[in-house]
């Protein structure tokens, strides 16, 4: 074992084992590399599920931590900062949508989707009294709350974690039928992945999120975009679900809304359906902090300046183009959009197995369900690193043929 082993026997003997690490100690990162605690250099092929779209520790983000953790952190929203109404207005501008509720994780600000959704239901749509549904997509992964796993169909995020919330449906994903099938007058809201990422980087078929705003616009049903990972330039359009060249009703972000460096997440939507929101009906301590706004706001400006977006979708076009050259036995399929690829791996190998081996070889990836190896860098790359990962790729498949 090259990294320390004292830091892995502390996480393992004081932490809850709800993780399984790959056998790594990380203690330095920069752009789109990461340094394990004996030097040795990776390249980071996850960007912490996309949190870190920005590159590691980029120097405008932390300089702005600092500035701000000097000047202002957290008052409670009890009182305005001069920091908030920026990053809204910023987050309004960028995006289009008219009105936004500031959270920390993805998980608390879909939660607060499927509140706005419910409480717009019984206040606008005159659903009856606690009979709102909601309807997500089998194989979602929206969060790790309560309401959220009640939405899950993966049974390994649900077992034991019973009884669930009422009102909650799943549909097959890229299904239009089902959707229409399952709508009823009682819906209130659909809530979608624009690509499933957890689910293993699932890419519906083009015209899908169009089809589906369509039947919830025909049936007055709110449709939400979960673009926690999909969002802020990741496919290579500032929103995923913008490739269908639709407006959803309302979307989620989060992850990379923080710049790599703080939990930031938002709901976005319109006036209706955020005035249901009134003083005491929603909350969080640390929801919108000065910190926390600042940084959504810097993340936001360099995500522009930078031109990450384009970024994303040039270079995710030849990281693809380089994938598919790949001839392997080993390589069932290459699939994803902009910088969020998922390269299916033939059902006999392992995707773990071949993530050990390109942790070996210097290239950080994770598996996403047993065959799925995720290629996910910092929006920063380079070609010229891309080329290295993908040469690294090429050795680790060829010496794992069996
Ligand atoms: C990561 C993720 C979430 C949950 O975000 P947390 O910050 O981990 O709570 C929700 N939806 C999607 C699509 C995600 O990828």
Redo the contacts with the bound molecule.
């Keep these: 074992m090259p990294s320390n082993n004292l830091s892995i026997a502390l996480e393992d003997q004081y932490g809850a084992h709800h993780y399984a690490p790959l056998p790594v100690v990380l203690s330095r990162g920069q752009g789109v590399y990461l340094w394990d605690d004996t030097g040795k250099r990776y390249l980071d092929m996850m960007s912490a ?2 949190a870190v779209s920005h590159g590691h520790c980029h120097p405008k983000l932390v300089k702005a931590l600092c500035e701000q953790a000097n000047q202002l952190t957290i008052v409670s929203r009890a009182y305005y900062t001069d920091q908030l109404g920026h990053f809204l207005q910023s987050l309004a501008t960028l995006t289009g949508f008219e009105k936004i509720l500031p959270m920390n ?4 600000a ?1 939660e607060t989707a499927i509140k706005a959704a419910r409480k717009w239901a019984y206040t606008v749509k005159d659903v009856p009294c606690d009979q709102a549904e909601i309807i997500a997509c089998a194989g979602n ?4 709350t309560l309401a959220v796993i009640g939405l899950s169909t993966e049974s390994q995020y649900r077992e034991g974690f019973g009884p669930f919330p009422p009102g909650l449906k799943t549909i097959p994903y890229g299904d239009i039928h089902a959707l229409k099938e399952a709508i009823t007058p009682n819906t209130a809201a659909f809530l979608v ?1 624009p690509i499933q ?2 689910g293993g980087i699932i890419v519906p078929p083009a015209g899908y999120l169009k089809a589906c705003l369509d039947i919830c616009r025909a049936n007055r049903v709110l449709m939400i975009c ?1 673009e ?3 969002g802020l330039g990741r496919t290579g359009a500032l929103l995923a679900c913008q490739h269908d060249g639709i407006k959803p009703d309302a979307v ?1 972000l ?2 990379a809304l923080g710049g790599g460096m703080l ?1 930031v ?1 938002a709901f976005l939507s319109n006036r209706e359906v955020m005035d249901v929101f009134t003083p005491g009906g929603h909350g969080s301590t640390f929801g919108g902090n000065p910190l926390a706004a600042h940084i959504g706001a810097v993340a936001l400006k360099i995500l522009i300046e930078e031109k990450l977006i384009e970024q994303a979708k040039t270079l995710g076009k030849y990281f693809q183009e380089q994938l598919k050259t790949i001839t392997s036995s080993i390589i069932r399929e290459v699939r994803g959009k902009g910088l969020l690829i998922g390269v299916e791996v033939n059902a006999h190998y392992s995707a773990r197995s071949l993530c050990l081996k390109l942790l070996e070889q210097g290239v950080l990836s994770k598996e996403t369900h047993s065959t799925t190896i995720r290629f996910a860098p910092p929006l920063v790359i380079t070609k010229d690193q891309i080329d290295d990962a993908v040469r690294i790729f090429k050795s680790v498949l060829e010496s794992s043929v069996l």
């Design positions: 599920y996309s994780t993805g998980a608390e879909v992964f929206h969060g790790r992945e990422g957890e979960d926690i990972q999909t989620v989060g992850k939990p997440s």
